[in-house]
């Protein structure tokens, strides 16, 4: 009798199980992927990642968690594109440009030297199929990734130097981390320019590798501590006026992931976009705020040297056009939505004192 009363609780806790919901089956066993960011801990960049592993932690009462890891905890992080794509790990958090030396037009999606503004760049992403063809690229290249943009980025200041830079000339001499494709740009025209991830930046600077240096926003410059070196930055941000930040998942990780937690994840990472932009928004107001009171000096380039270094980027621009034909489909996409954009924005925009 106890054998048999015994047989009857197993079948019973079986039937009652097969019968339970599938989230709270999936509660005791939570699936876990690993998160790799692009700069070090503690700077801004990664807290972003963070708080979105956090965010989707919670709405999914734990039923997906995101381990995150600072960059090149896993693996390098330009090879970030490969290992994710490989399985190595699910996610990879990091900016498009970071693939340049696998993908020509990878650049564009992180930001065009002269091209669309912040609202602008997630207008073309949305409306004007610019996420269609950032999948695409990731796509035509062989990468088993799904694309999410990560939140956008104002303007960045265009270089931290120890002197001010107003004219061409005081560029001469100087040897600068740059973003491609401001960089390769510059490089063409006969300055000395290298591009290094965020991490190695501050070391380089300390040791005189390079004697200046352009990363990010305001607000990630401060965590950056490059401030501490430098005592000007230089505006407009001319190589970035608007810019992206990317979430690759890798495709067999996003197709076992359940139905529902598959639009889970993507409406928190829709909210996340905006989110992360405001409070980036906040947080570089603070930041401007500091550099005043640290005596760091802005100083806003000649009007001549902002038009050439626009007039060059352009023209660069319509040469890797010519050499590269999915480079010249997204430039050509950008710059259609720009013409339709910009006079509607100009139209209906305040100017401000």
């Known amino acids: ?68 890891f600072p960059g090149g905890a896993l693996v390098p992080p330009f090879e970030g ?57 990731h796509d035509r290249y062989g990468f088993n990734v799904k694309v999410f943009p990560g939140g956008p980025i104002s303007m960045e200041s265009f270089m931290w130097s120890k002197k001010p830079l107003r004219k061409l000339e005081d560029f001469k001499g100087l040897k600068f981390r740059m973003m491609p494709l401001m960089g390769d740009v510059l490089a063409k025209h006969g300055f000395s320019v290298v591009f290094m991830p965020g991490g ?62 598959k639009v889970i994840v993507e409406a928190v990472i829709g909210k996340f976009r905006l989110d992360n932009y405001l409070w980036m928004e906040d947080k570089n107001l603070d930041a401007v705020d500091f550099f005043k009171e640290k005596g760091i000096e802005m100083v806003m380039m000649d009007p001549e040297t902002i038009s050439t270094f626009n007039k060059w980027a352009a023209d660069y621009m319509d040469e890797m056009s010519a050499k590269d034909e999915f480079f010249a489909k997204v430039w050509k996409s950008q710059k259609d939505f720009g013409k339709r954009w910009y006079p509607y924005h100009k139209l209906y925009t305040l100017p401000h004192d």
Not at 43 to 64: C, F, P, W
Not at 92 to 111: D, E, H, M, S
Not at 201 to 210: C, D, E, S, T, Y
Not at 244 to 255: F, G, Q, R, V
């Open 1 to 68: 009798m106890k054998k048999k009363g015994l047989f009857l609780v197993l079948i019973t806790g079986l039937a009652l199980a097969f019968a339970m919901p599938s989230s709270a089956l999936a509660a005791d066993k939570p699936i876990k992927w690993k998160v790799q960011g692009f700069v070090p801990s503690g700077m801004l960049y990664h807290d972003n990642i963070v708080m979105l592993a956090e965010q989707i932690k919670r709405v999914t009462s734990g039923r997906l968690i995101w381990q995150v």
């Open 200 to 261: 190695e930046i501050m070391p380089n600077l300390q040791r005189g590798v390079i004697t200046a240096a352009e990363y990010s926003i305001p607000a990630f410059d401060k965590t950056l501590g490059i401030w501490e070196v430098c005592k000007y930055v230089m505006l407009p941000g001319i190589h970035q006026p608007a810019s992206s930040t990317e979430i690759l998942i890798n495709k067999k990780a996003w197709k076992k992931l359940p139905d529902d937690l």
């Open 81 to 137: 594109i490969k290992a994710v794509s490989d399985g190595v790990y699910q996610v990879n958090y990091g900016y498009t440009a970071q693939w340049v030396g696998k993908i020509p037009a990878a650049p564009l999606f992180t930001a065009a030297p002269g091209g669309l503004n912040t609202l602008g760049m997630m207008m073309w992403q949305n409306e004007g199929g610019g996420l269609e063809l950032w999948q695409e690229m």
